[in-house]
């Protein structure tokens, strides 16, 4: 039967425009988070998002305590990936004090790191993916999440927290079976992103409800100052593993995954979460070199500085977290307590070009926006 | 570019504006400016052929006990490089202009300044706090910050 | 002893069971708890992961509920900030009774890492609302946090509704005609 469009002439209609209130208490904000939004019929035509519900603090807690002890605070940012955020601080104090840690240390590094982008990105996928209204997928994320948390959990004691990167080198050594626990990880998340690529990623409803929604051009990401996965789903090809490396990322052969035109439009929805699917796959890349590389022996905490003391100056290090640059700015007097820690945090900056970008779209439109930018409140907030 | 490079570019741009170049033995060099040129200086090296700072990594107020003050953080993503600039602002009243202009990603930045140190961006479209509730006393960030008691009516203190 | 337990009893061949009409109510009620959905901090990413597939909350009854109106108990999971404290009153006095709350991790016991310089954090949330279950953990194992729901459901199922109706009713405080 032939479709027929039909044309009705409702002359011009006014309508109010309304504010609605969605958050703090919401199960879609990902957290505490609060957005005012107004609203003309079913289209959003602005957002003010409010912040600072789970303000704890953080900067100032770090000009109260000790170099060591402000790893625990550091971990309980972005608390999806611990293990990623501790990096550059203990970077940044490592560069301050002129220590070189071991070659095994730097390897564990990178695997512990890859292994937590895997989990976030499980997460972040999981999470939109119940946005849209699919269930399935988070049951079985989270099934092959808790494999790697459990080797973490064998490592360093806990499952979420780890405190696990100490300034020159390892709390602990890893256990004798790592080895083949992390292949073995590596293989299950091979066959799972496959099955989610054809039951969420391909799926029709998914991709009509996704595709050209919330497009964030490349030039007002660069301004807004975006990055990680935002930015690559828009075209820009920036990582700071290949734009900077650090630590030993130079020696690993990966490739830098940017949004492209083969489903959506570059920088949409879809696009962001296309991203995140391929670099868990990069991810099982470095994980997998790194273990072929890795050296059996040594000793991970022989580097430990007997006083963490770093001498007077200043710096900036970053490093690339799963939801994108995450940075530390260290003021350091000479004394055993930092002067001023100043955070630069991912998901601060990311969520900040949200108005931006949802302007014109449907309220339900606005919900799956957010949750492609992938926030973590511990993180906006601090 | 090098970082000695861009500065000496900048000291011909503007020679009274720029006012030392700190180099350290350990961690980033970073160049002092005038405060109230901070505009000029910042869209100067956006938009210069060759600097083309376009990413704001990090804009951060300080309380350096004596005296306030800003450091911005900026990158190149065509060219790899990056610059330090730090201002110092007076103990009464800080206040210097807002880059929200030049970098979008500045205005939450500045907010979050204001909110901590109490330091004043001109021309800012919204100035107002942003983690802290609106009706929070005090610069949580300042060294002598001496903490409520109260909040609404539920104690704070321990 | 639960009122499950006496279908077991040997005795009971005919399928007869003498009990009081309290332990039925309360067995119903310990056994379908629903909770508000609801995450504040780290604790709640650990509350995601009880509730997916490995540790499967619902075969505890437990159920989501996105409004407070529909729910049993609520779940203090995580940092509560002097901001959002209010809110959280809100939300406990908008639910119905009989209400239960449990809080997670240690920064909702008592401020938890952020007890002593944390001058926008509220130190332990039953400074402005009551607890029934504390868990303690920073962030609690998902195997910690079923043991709370467990010792949640003991504290209901010896609940005496009609002495304390009884008792209320003496006092006139409310009204008993049902």
Not at chain 2, 7 to 12: A, G, P, Q, S, T
């Amino acid at each position: 039967m032939e479709r027929k469009f039909i044309e009705y002439d409702f002359g011009r209609v006014d309508s109010e425009r309304m504010r609605l209130n969605v958050g703090p208490q919401h199960p879609s904000t990902h957290g505490v988070l609060r957005l005012e939004i107004e609203l003309e019929g079913e289209i959003v035509t602005d957002v003010i998002p409010h912040i600072g519900y789970l303000h704890r603090c953080f900067e100032k807690y770090c000009e109260q305590m000790q170099y060591p002890q402000v790893i625990p605070y550091i971990d309980r940012l972005d608390y999806i990936a611990s293990m990623n955020n501790e990096w550059p601080f203990v970077m940044g104090v490592e560069k301050m004090m002129n220590i070189q840690v071991p070659e095994r240390v730097e390897y564990i590094r990178v695997i512990f790191a890859e292994l937590n982008r895997i989990a976030n990105h499980q997460i972040a996928v999981a999470t939109f993916g119940m946005d849209a209204g699919a269930f399935t997928p988070f049951l079985y994320l989270f099934r092959d999440r808790e494999m790697i948390l459990n080797l973490f959990e064998h490592t360093s004691g806990a499952r979420l927290l780890y405190n696990y990167f100490w300034v020159g080198g390892l709390a602990h050594d890893v256990p004798p079976n790592f080895k083949d626990t992390a292949l073995n990880i590596i293989k299950t998340v091979r066959a799972t992103n496959e099955e989610v690529m054809r039951l969420l990623m391909g799926n029709k409803i998914f991709v009509e409800r996704t595709v050209k929604v919330g497009i964030l051009p490349a030039d007002v990401a660069i301004n807004f100052a975006c990055s990680g996965p935002v930015l690559r789903g828009s075209g820009v090809e920036w990582d700071l593993r290949k734009a900077q490396p650090y630590s030993i990322y130079d020696r690993f052969d990966f490739n830098v995954c940017v949004g492209s035109n083969e489903i959506g439009v570059i920088g949409d929805s879809w696009n962001r979460n296309i991203v995140r699917m391929n670099e868990m796959e990069q991810s099982c890349r470095i994980i997998e070199q790194a273990i072929a590389q890795m050296p059996n022996e040594g000793d991970v905490r022989e580097k430990f500085p007997k006083k963490v003391r770093p001498p007077k100056g200043e710096i900036y290090c970053s490093a690339e977290n799963p939801k994108g640059e995450l940075g530390f700015y260290l003021v350091a007097d000479g004394g055993n307590k930092p002067f001023r820690l100043k955070s630069r945090p991912t998901s601060f900056v990311n969520l900040a070009v949200l108005p931006e970008i949802c302007k014109g779209y449907m309220v339900a439109d606005l919900i799956l926006i957010l949750g492609s930018i992938d926030i973590v409140l511990g993180e906006v907030d601090r | 570019m090098l970082v000695q490079e861009i500065y000496d570019n900048l000291k011909e741009k503007f020679p009274e504006a720029v006012l030392e170049f700190i180099g350290t033995a350990t961690g980033d060099p970073s160049t002092v400016v005038d405060a109230g040129q901070i505009y000029n200086i910042c869209k100067y090296l956006r938009d210069q052929d060759g600097l083309e700072f376009d990413y704001l990594a990090l804009l951060s107020g300080m309380d350096y006990k004596d005296k306030f003050g800003t450091v911005y953080h900026l990158y190149s993503l065509k060219y790899k490089h990056r610059f330090v600039i730090k201002t110092y602002l007076p103990k009464e009243d800080p206040s210097l202009p807002s880059v929200e202009r030049i970098w979008k990603t500045a205005n939450w930045h500045e907010r979050e300044a204001y909110d901590m140190f109490g330091i004043k961006f001109e021309n800012h479209p919204n100035m107002i706090r942003i983690l802290c509730p609106y009706d929070w006393e005090g610069y949580p960030l300042r060294k002598d910050y001496v903490g409520q008691e109260t909040y609404h009516g539920v104690r704070i203190p321990v | 002893m639960g009122f499950l337990n006496r279908l077991d009893d040997p005795f009971n061949a005919e399928g007869i069971i003498l009990g009081k009409v309290e332990d039925l109510l309360n067995w119903g009620r310990a056994r379908s708890d629903w909770y508000l959905s609801f995450g504040l901090a780290c604790c709640a990413i650990e509350f995601m992961a009880v509730n997916a597939s490995h540790f499967d909350l619902m075969r505890f009854g437990c159920i989501p509920r996105p409004s407070p109106r529909q729910a049993d108990f609520i779940i203090i999971s995580g940092t509560v900030t002097m901001k959002m404290a209010e809110r959280i009153i809100t939300l406990y006095e908008q639910m119905a009774e009989p209400k239960y709350v449990l809080s997670m991790g240690s920064c909702a016991n008592s401020g938890g890492p952020y007890w002593e310089h944390g001058y926008h954090v509220l130190k332990g949330i039953d400074r402005v609302i009551p607890v029934d279950v504390y868990v303690p953990g920073c962030p609690p194992k998902p195997e910690a946090f079923l043991d709370g729901i467990v010792k949640l459901q003991k504290k209901i199922n010896q609940q005496a509704i009609f002495k304390k109706r009884a008792k209320l009713a003496e006092e006139e405080k409310i009204i008993v005609n049902d």
